[in-house]
């Protein structure tokens, strides 16, 4: 066997692995980060009157309806992260509320702006693993095991 066979077999293997293994990646973080979305958002919403003095003191205009408002995307965008469902929708609007929510506290802004200079902070900052996941269902969509891609194979038999 040549070189060439040899390297086109065992990228052939690793690809097969690799799209196996985008599969278990997807859903883990769907699944890991979508209830953190949902227990986050969850909280939000039955302490509301904490979040809307948090929100004050972060002088986001009208607070008690942003408190509402994020609480619903997180809570609501987490189940449909877990399920799978209108992810990549659901995925754009976590990245927005996420984003904002690195703009909205000072260290973080600092550590969102700065990224490119100083990587730890960005990091290690709270929304990172929830703007991450974000994006990777947003960019990749939430893989064969979800209900978004069951609809897709069902409308194909059927269309």
């Given at each position: 066997m040549?070189l ?8 052939a293997?690793?690809t ?6 985008q ?8 699944l890991t ?6 227990q986050i ?13 948090f929100f004050t003191?972060?002088g ?7 408190a ?27 990245t ?10 000072a ?14 902070p ?16 947003l960019?990749f ?6 209900i978004d ?11």
């Open positions: 040549n060439t066979a040899i390297y086109r077999t065992g990228d293997l690793l097969r692995f690799g799209e196996a293994l599969q278990l990646v997807l859903l883990v973080f769907r980060w979508g209830w953190q979305f949902f958002g969850l909280g939000k919403l039955q302490n509301h009157e904490r979040v809307v003095g003191s972060l986001i205009p009208a607070p008690a309806f942003h509402w408002f994020v609480g619903g995307v997180e809570c609501i965008g987490g189940l449909l992260l877990v399920l799978g469902l209108f992810s990549r929708p659901t995925a754009f609007i976590l927005i509320n996420m984003t904002v929510a690195y703009l909205s506290v260290e973080d802004r600092a550590a969102f702006l700065g990224v490119f200079n100083a990587l730890d960005f990091l290690t900052a709270a929304p990172f693993f929830f703007l991450l996941t974000s994006v990777i269902v960019a969509g939430p893989g064969r095991l979800s891609a069951w609809l897709a194979r069902r409308s194909k038999r059927i269309g």
